[in-house]
């Protein structure tokens, strides 16, 4: 079985699980929604204050959700031991790592396109006209956070205080994730849009360097 | 194993000839006086902790490979010395900072990016108290600090990147920077007394670790 056919059986697995009790999403979608609420009460923001704090309270709700979102990743295939019977199927380990990680990223996605039209109109953003661009952050930038944050909900998994520990190790390593999603989204949020592609390439650098030591060590922390 | 008396002595000779050297031998910084002195155990620190954070780094990946637990004791001795070093980084900066900026923090690029170092290290030995097996115990640990060796050039430059208006810095910042020889000298004698007592401290810390773990041996032995 190829890396590529054996990832997607397993994503395609992920996805079976997640649809038939859709506990991950209801829970996040509305996690999230009640951090940007909340945000409003705070500071209660003027749209000039919008455009300055949106993206940084955006990408903090999104890496909330992340760190809430992955924890369940690795966790809940030890209930019944699971990880035992996928780590059986002769495949490269990292065909299940793999299948998690696109797994991940598209329920985080998921949840941050919810997400975001409500954001918009809640704090009067537009946001249509640098969609295209938006979503190119959004998706290095989620790219990061899921292939850091399934590698990591690997790691918690098999500590004490899981649910506790996983937000400790990953909110730290995605420090330049953060600043260069935020940063970027700021800039396409100004009163004349323009996207900074010094942040993209970060983003893309980040995703690259973390999927390759995935794709290292990812066998170490799947055997018993 | 105690670490020899020579090199003990050694040591010890090295941080006095330092400190004499810091307080009578450097000459005065022309606008900020006799606080600047600081400036020569500050950035030695900053030097020794990336120097340990590189020697655990080393440790994890050789740990991965060989399996040998002593790459682990290691690894585990190397990043607390380096914490130490990172939170002496971290103290002497803002008592530096307040009498010469005005104020005990910014969110200067330097600054920022050493928190976050502290940080990613911090959590990497909470992640170690949270797992009872010591070969797990290992092996996580081990990718998490490969991780966070990886994430430090990312932080570094994002931040730095982020935050561009800050002084340059004035080792090695391009034209016009530069330390007065003797400063040089002084600064470099700071290192090289600080990193026999990281040595020290590794030393006394990985055997503290290898005490632990034949202890162990014998309990499960019974």
Known sequence: MSLASAAAAVLLKELRCEFRTRELLNTTVVFVLIVVVMFSFTFDPTDAESRRFGPGLLWIAFLFAGSLMLHPSFAREQANDTLYALRLAPVEPFAILLGKVLANFLFLMLAELLLLPVFGVLYHVQLLPVLDRLLLVMVLGTLGMTITGTVFSAIAAQARMRELLLPLLLLPVLTPVLIASATATAGLLAREPRLDWTWVKILAGFDVIFLAASYLTFEYLAEE | ?222
């Open chain 2, 1 to 222: 194993m105690r670490p020899s008396i020579p090199l003990l002595a050694a040591v010890l000779a090295l941080l006095t000839a330092a400190t004499y050297a810091i307080f009578f031998l450097a000459p005065e910084e022309a606008t900020m006086g006799a606080i600047q002195r600081i400036f020569y155990f500050h950035i030695a620190s900053g030097w020794t902790a990336g120097v340990a954070f590189f020697a655990a780094f080393v440790a994890n990946a050789a740990y991965l490979m060989r399996r040998e637990a002593h790459w682990d004791w290691l690894a585990v001795a190397a990043v607390e010395v380096g914490l130490a070093f990172c939170t002496v980084v971290l103290i002497t900066g803002p008592i530096w900072a307040k009498p010469v900026w005005g104020i005990w923090w910014t969110w200067d690029a330097r600054l920022t990016s050493t928190t976050v170092l502290w940080l990613l290290y911090a959590s990497y030995l909470v992640l170690r108290s949270l797992v009872e097996d010591p070969r797990r115990r290992a092996v996580l640990s081990a990718v998490f600090g490969i991780f966070a060796f990886l994430d430090v050039p990312l932080v570094y430059f994002s931040i730095r990147i982020w935050r561009t208006q800050h002084p340059q810095p004035v080792i090695a910042g391009g034209e016009g920077s530069g330390l007065d020889p003797v400063m040089w000298q002084v600064v470099l004698l700071s290192w090289a007394a600080l990193l026999g007592v990281m040595g020290l401290l590794v030393w006394q810390r990985y055997r503290l670790e290898a005490v632990r773990h034949a202890t162990a041996e014998l309990a499960l032995g019974d």
